[in-house]
């Protein structure tokens, strides 16, 4: 009998942050547990421990610290049981940007556009404009969300005659 789990199994952290994946493998035999990304390199920084007695159960931690951009991926766990099979699980790491827009200079009563390029590793994407508050996050309207049905996008966010109450982040 074999068994392998990985968590998390899907991750979104801000750059600078760091995560951990977790790949747990139970078999009868000798286990082997590798790491790539997917561009099928091997990642060799991962650690490996025994975790019981008979030698059945191994778990390896994937540490990534100080997350950049391009360590947006997916990131698999591969098991070998013994000589006999391999099997594999598979997490995803998105890493994302966050930009705050302070301190552009727009006076009570003047016009202002922001806009926002973003990319998404796998999938449609979806982007949201919000003002960044005391205690909550405001979604601005309907019209600052934008999904765009590829992995791309742009959005723009314009405001008319901006008031104080609408200055901030």
Known sequence: ??????????????????????????????????????????????????????????????SLASLSLSEDDEYTCYVEFGDSEEVSATAQLDVIEITNLENNGVAAGEDVTFSCSFTALTGAATAEWYIVGDSTDTLVTDEGVVTSDSAAGTTELALSAVTYSQTGE
């Open 1 to 62: 009998m074999f068994d392998i789990s990985i968590s998390p199994a899907y991750s979104i952290k801000e750059v600078g942050d760091s995560e951990d994946l977790v790949c747990t493998a139970t078999g009868d035999n000798s286990i082997d547990i590798k790491w790539k990304g997917s561009d099928g390199e091997e990642i060799t920084s991962a650690s490996q421990e025994t975790y019981d007695d008979d030698a059945s159960t191994r778990i390896s931690t994937l």
